[in-house]
């Protein structure tokens, strides 16, 4: 009796996959799906080409040196398939990328896969959607929670999750002049200074979705999206069509804050809801992100904000258009 031997292939997620301008910097969030492998790479190298198909540059992570950079990489154990968060993420706004050929090394087996990445420029002019001093408590960088969102794990397949629709999601927070997001006792919800403070239409739309029935009780169990489907990951939330295949999802929003229902018209500005603490929410705060779709099977999409400022100390940035991410506050206007 002869075991069949599977080869090892790569593949990237999602095809395709956009690079985001941050400033001086540009990044590519895309993830490595490696399957048919018994073990975790030892090797993972990408090779950057321009338009015209000229190498631009290379790099790699490896088991080379007493601590090895592969050993930074969240890989996770040996299965059927495993998600590997593209380690080569962020390059000089200078870099032209047309493609990238990504290589994992397995043992004696290598296997590539090329992608060719796209700037994603949003045909929504979106606002940030809550007023006033705000900080991003968590964003879609590197280690942020939204972007390590394994939906290859069987559990989460099993609960019909198939991809990473918090891609380029938000966790937003309203702070007060010292960055403080609560007075008090931080287990009640009142003590929060963004409990029940207005949620605004980012952009014009049209709302396809808003449930409010759920408590605002920080607390959630995988049965309830057992229960209620995938979206019961938001708790109660609201979502906005903008056209152009752009959704608005504003997730733990307060219960019965619900202002719009399925079919509302709303400009941009119009008040929606306020924040709560409902769902999968460690504290109040809004859940916000923009994405292909209107529920879970949807990809995210990057955001550009337009006419809000940064806050750099006791300096204020104002800015016309721009992405935002993890530890910044802002200020809405």
């Given at each position: 009796m002869?075991a069949l031997?599977?080869a090892?292939?790569?593949?990237?997620?999602?095809?395709?996959?956009?690079?985001e301008?941050e400033g001086?910097?540009?990044s590519v969030n895309c993830d490595l799906?490696?399957?048919?492998a018994?073990?975790?790479?030892?090797?993972i190298?990408?090779?950057v080409?321009?338009?015209?198909?000229a190498?631009?540059?290379?790099?790699f992570?490896?088991?080379?040196?007493?601590r090895?950079?592969?050993?930074?990489?969240?890989?996770?154990?040996?299965?059927?398939?495993?998600l590997i968060?593209?380690?080569f993420?962020?390059?000089?706004?200078?870099?032209?990328i047309?493609?990238?050929?990504?290589e994992?090394?397995?043992g004696?087996e290598?296997?590539?896969?090329?992608?060719?990445p796209?700037h994603?420029e949003?045909k929504?002019k979106l606002?940030l959607?809550l007023?006033g001093?705000?900080?991003?408590?968590d964003?879609?960088d590197f280690l942020?929670?939204?972007?390590r969102w394994?939906?290859t794990i069987?559990?989460?397949?099993?609960?019909?999750?198939?991809t990473?629709?918090?891609?380029?999601?938000?966790?937003?927070v309203p702070?007060?002049?010292?960055g403080n997001m609560?007075?008090?006792?931080?287990?009640k919800n009142e003590s929060?200074?963004g409990f029940?403070?207005?949620?605004?239409?980012?952009?014009?739309g049209t709302?396809v979705s808003?449930a409010?029935?759920q408590?605002?009780?920080?607390s959630?169990?995988p049965?309830?999206i057992?229960?209620?489907g995938?979206?019961?990951?938001?708790?109660?939330y609201?979502?906005i069509d903008?056209?152009?295949?752009?959704?608005?999802?504003?997730?733990?929003?307060?219960q019965?804050?619900a202002r719009?229902k399925?079919?509302?018209?709303v400009?941009?500005?119009?008040?929606?809801?306020?924040?709560g603490?409902s769902?999968?929410?460690?504290?109040?705060?809004?859940h916000y992100e923009?994405?292909t779709?209107?529920?879970t099977?949807?990809e995210g999409?990057p955001?550009?904000?337009?006419?809000?400022e940064r806050v750099r100390?006791g300096?204020?940035v104002k800015?016309?258009?721009?992405?935002v991410?993890?530890?910044?506050?802002?200020?809405?206007?």
């Open positions: 002869f031997l599977l090892v292939t790569l593949s990237v997620r999602p095809d395709p996959c956009y690079i301008r001086a910097h540009q799906i490696v399957a048919g018994d073990k975790p790479p030892d090797e190298h990408v090779s080409y321009d338009r015209s198909g190498l631009v540059l290379r790099r992570i490896d088991g080379n040196g007493t090895p950079s592969i050993r930074t990489i969240d890989i996770g154990e040996a299965s059927a398939q495993m968060f593209n380690p993420h962020t390059f000089d706004a200078d870099v032209e047309g493609s990238m050929t990504f994992v090394k397995t004696t290598t296997a590539t896969a090329t992608v060719r796209r994603y949003p929504a606002i959607p007023k001093r705000q900080l991003v408590w964003g879609h942020s929670h939204h972007r394994d939906y069987p559990g989460l397949q099993q609960l019909g999750f198939r990473n629709f918090m891609r380029y999601s938000y966790d937003f702070v007060d002049e010292k609560f007075k008090g006792d931080e287990a929060w200074f029940g403070q207005e949620l605004r239409a980012a952009a014009a709302v808003a409010d029935a408590p605002d009780s920080r959630f169990t049965q309830e057992v229960d209620r995938p979206m019961a990951v938001f708790g109660n609201v979502v903008h056209g152009n295949g752009e959704f608005s999802v504003y997730g733990h929003i307060k019965g804050s719009v399925a079919g509302d018209r400009s941009r500005g119009d008040v929606v809801a306020a924040i603490a769902g999968s929410s460690m504290f109040p705060h809004l923009l994405q779709g209107p529920d099977n949807a999409l955001s550009t904000f337009h006419d809000f100390g300096r204020r800015v016309s258009a721009g992405s991410n993890t530890g910044e506050i802002l200020e809405g206007r």
